[in-house]
């Protein structure tokens, strides 16, 4: 072979008898914009207002998280970080999860700008509730009629600025907008029942806009419209109950399945709560659960890198374990959708990184605490 290795000063590393992946990559979270939920000052995920395209998430990413070394424990080396405040809530980052600064982790910015449809709900009510209802009503169409104008108004606001028009004013919320009106970024919309996702795709068609569904728990019975109008599904709900008393237990399990068969683009991501952002780390294992209910084993692996990197824009630096990407990888001791399985190296960008995390740092802690009275045998 070549001596590649001693020409580049390249480091090599032994695999023998191990699995190597790509790094896994989380397609939405508040990872890096959460510490502790019960702590309010630790959310730094939510902003003020209903509207706020100029809110970006990396700058208020925390390289310092506890959250991020647990993560890429398991494989987890890029996470993409999501604003959630309002309907509009901002515009996500992708970021690599290492790096001293908010700049040194940011692979991508910004990835998308985050929409969240407002409910569609329709409850069967008495006589005089049937007022309230109305105002509901009115309400989710003053919702989307809100977003409405604010594109209407970015799409004045960047005529006048192309034009340099004298009453061309710098605008904070519209310059967040431009990027999606340009067709530069897709907008994620956040969206789960049936009506709420046929309604965001004939408006995102009507606004010419490029869109890419978030949650999707409901994308099983829409699977034809999504096919012919190309909208990427971000599933978020492989670990979540019937959404329907009629639905079969498993639906969530086997709608990543249903969606490969009819040819929709999607990935696997965890459940966008905040309340999630500690279990960021199970990502391999909501891949797992739509593998064992038909989806087949590639795809389920892919569907936590290389369809993901498709979907947030980076398939040419990330997702897969091709020559000219970043070397963003890890290396396993098995198959990483088995929980027993264990991650022994990671790289991002071809620098090894620190596997040491909170979760081992107590076991150790604890191990030497029995050892030390005895009721341990020294372990290895």
């Known amino acids: 072979g070549y001596q590649v290795s001693a020409m580049y000063g390249v480091e090599r590393v032994d695999a023998s008898g191990q699995h190597i992946f790509p790094g896994l990559i989380s397609a939405g979270s508040t990872l890096g914009l959460q510490e502790i939920g019960a702590v309010r000052a630790t959310r730094d995920y939510a902003e003020v207002g209903d509207i706020n395209p100029n809110v970006r998430a990396n700058v208020s990413y925390n390289p310092d998280s506890e959250l991020i070394p647990i993560s890429r424990s398991n494989g987890i080396l890029l996470a993409l970080s999501v604003p959630r405040s309002g309907r509009i809530s901002g515009t996500s980052s992708l970021m690599m999860l290492d790096g001293w600064t908010w700049e ?23 006589r005089e509730e049937k007022k309230k209802e109305h105002d509901k009503k009115d309400s989710k169409l003053k919702a989307i009629q809100k977003v409405d104008d604010l594109i209407q108004e970015a799409r004045a606001y960047l005529k006048l600025k192309e034009n340099n028009s004298a009453s061309y004013k710098h605008d904070l919320r519209l310059d967040g907008m431009l990027p999606v009106i340009e067709g530069d970024i897709p907008v994620f919309i956040h969206a789960n029942e049936v009506r709420q996702i046929e309604a965001a795709v004939y408006w995102a068609d009507r606004q010419n806009l490029t869109m890419v569904l978030v949650g999707g728990k409901d994308s099983w019975r829409v699977t034809d419209l999504l096919k012919e109008r190309d909208i990427p599904v971000i599933y978020t709900q492989t670990h979540s109950t019937p959404m329907r008393r009629f639905e079969s237990y498993d639906q969530t399990f086997i709608t990543p399945s249903q969606l490969y068969e009819a040819g929709v683009k999607f990935c696997i991501s965890n459940s966008e709560s905040p309340f999630q952002t500690p279990h960021i780390r199970n990502l391999p294992y909501h ?23 498709e979907i947030l824009g980076v398939a040419d630096q990330a997702g897969s374990l091709e020559a000219g990407k970043d070397a963003t990888f890890f290396i396993a001791d098995g198959n990483i959708l088995d929980v027993r399985t264990e991650v022994t190296a990671a790289f991002i960008q071809g620098k090894q990184i620190d596997l040491n995390d909170r979760h081992k740092m107590l076991y150790t802690k604890y191990q030497e605490k029995y050892r030390q009275k005895n009721l341990l045998e020294a372990i290895d």
């Open 104 to 126: 040194d982790a940011t692979l991508k910015h910004p990835v998308g700008l985050h929409l969240f449809w407002p409910s569609m709900d329709q409850p069967k009510k008495k």
């Open 287 to 309: 891949a797992a659960k739509a593998a064992s209910y038909g989806l087949p084993f590639e795809e389920a692996l892919r569907s936590i890198t290389l369809s993901t990197a």
